[in-house]
């Protein structure tokens, strides 16, 4: 069932738990996040981030269509997301395939220009009726794992401005995490984040999600964290299952990095949901 995201994250916020988003650049990625949240009857989102195409994975005119097949075919609600469009004309692109929500990531910019573009990509989502997420602060590194420089802290009175004027339906913000494989264990600033929440309506995204501790994620879901992006670890349990295997047929091997990526996505689920 495709849904927006603001609307699936009211879900979340309602249960009080956070929803995992998985970002999805083949079909192998897109069959294993849908089965593992249909397998759970947990609500989950699925992401194209702008960078794929950089990393040579696919187009977002290619993978859309397929995102979109898998979302309205589903037994739970489905978001379609856009993850770290870095410019409008990119999120334009978006809403026009069919995604319902959208991250503009003005991140990098000074402030008044990423809550002017931010401001501009709601506008545009209305018209289509998608939601939007956008981010202030700079968690140091890019989407995909490439460290660049230090974070930047969301700083709380910045965040509640940034909402106040753009009119976004969530927030991504920083406060230790980093996309990528970490070299050294997280260090979270948690009073940091729950500053933010108590100044701000709008569910909050964490970035950077793969790698953190079951306690941390508990901890930040107890402080008004709605959205984990997780992509790094559930791509490598799909690399570790062809590890020392040898296998005759190409298919044989999608099959087996396809089902080892659901088993690592239904763990993320059974915790951001508090399964158990």
Known sequence: MLVTLKEILKIAEEKK????????????YARAII??????????????????????LCTMEEVAPMMLWYAEHAKVPVC???????????????????????????????YEENAKNS??????????????????GSMGSREGGVQEDESIYTDPDTAAKFVAETGID?????????????????????????????LVEVPLV??????????DYREVIARGVRKINYYTYM????????????????????VAAEKAMQRDVEAAIRVFANLG
């Not at 940091?192 to 108590?198: A, E, Q, T, Y």
Request: aromatic share 8%; hydrophobic share 45%; net charge negative.
């Open 206 to 215: 964490m970035h950077g999600g793969s790698g953190v501790s079951h306690a």
């Open 80 to 110: 379609v997301h856009l993850d770290h469009g870095t410019d409008l004309d990119y999120v334009k692109r978006g809403l026009e395939l069919g995604f319902t929500g959208v991250m503009y990531d003005g991140s990098a910019l000074s």
């Open 35 to 56: 089965a593992a949240a249909e397998a759970l009857n947990q609500p989950v989102i699925i992401m194209h981030a702008q960078v794929h195409e950089e990393m040579g």
């Open 119 to 136: 401001a501009i990509a709601v506008e545009m989502a209305r018209k289509t009726g998608a939601s939007v997420e956008a981010e202030v």
């Open 17 to 28: 738990i956070a929803l995992g988003a998985f970002n999805t650049p083949s079909m192998p």
């Open 170 to 198: 969530a927030l991504a913000c920083a406060f230790g995490t980093v996309h990528g494989f970490y070299a050294k264990e997280p260090k979270l600033d948690f009073p940091r984040l729950s500053k933010i929440d108590s």
């Open 235 to 254: 791509s490598r349990a799909g690399a570790d299952a062809l590890n020392g295997q040898t296998f005759k047929q190409f298919h044989d091997a999608y």
